[in-house]
């Protein structure tokens, strides 16, 4: 965590290309930041109460958390992106804590990482009745950074093939260290 604020501001120097976009410029920009934050943490509170119960469930989904955190810096250093066309900054309450300065970091773009980390709380929630709904928060998210504009579809499509990886991963890194 240290280590994120000087790798945001290497972000921030990388010049970004533009990706193609078939869905931003039909969608008029809107501040969604509270229903977003609201959905996002409360998904984390009901992970956490439901899975607290399974230690190992808790290491899993922690690792796997850190999985997805460093494939998503190894992407936003290789697939560096400009920030869309009509952004409506999102400021994160907790994460703006890790960006270099006080003002809205932009450049995190390739891929959204609350869409990534919902559809990683939706692999890792016990309850099949809970992954429905979790599932159903992950479009909301999806949606919601696409129409405040702060993400381009390639991040939001590439987000759960990422979270599916991280969780794939941490079967074997939970493996690791619980020997």
Request: a neutral charge; proline letters at 8%; glycine letters at 4%.
């Amino acid at each position: 965590m240290a280590f994120l604020p000087t790798f945001f501001t290497f972000i921030d120097g990388c010049e970004g290309v533009v990706p193609y976009e078939p869905l931003l410029g039909h969608l008029p920009a809107v501040d969604v930041t509270i229903p977003l934050f609201v959905v996002l943490y409360s998904a984390l509170l009901v992970l956490v109460v439901l899975a607290i119960r399974s230690p190992l469930l808790v290491l899993r989904t922690i690792q796997a958390a850190l999985i997805l955190l460093l494939l998503r810096m190894a992407m936003m250093a290789l697939v560096p992106l400009v920030p869309p066309p009509g952004l409506i900054t999102l400021q994160d309450p907790f994460t703006q804590w890790f960006y270099p300065t006080s003002e809205p970091f932009e450049k995190d773009l390739f891929f959204s990482g609350h869409t990534a980390n919902m559809f990683l709380f939706a692999l890792a929630i016990p309850s099949r009745r809970w992954r429905v709904v979790f599932a159903a928060a992950t479009i909301f998210i999806g949606v919601a950074v696409l129409v405040q504009h702060v993400h381009w579809t390639v991040d939001v499509v590439a987000a759960p093939f990422f979270a599916v990886l991280a969780w794939w991963c941490s079967k074997w890194t939970v493996a690791w260290s619980t020997r």
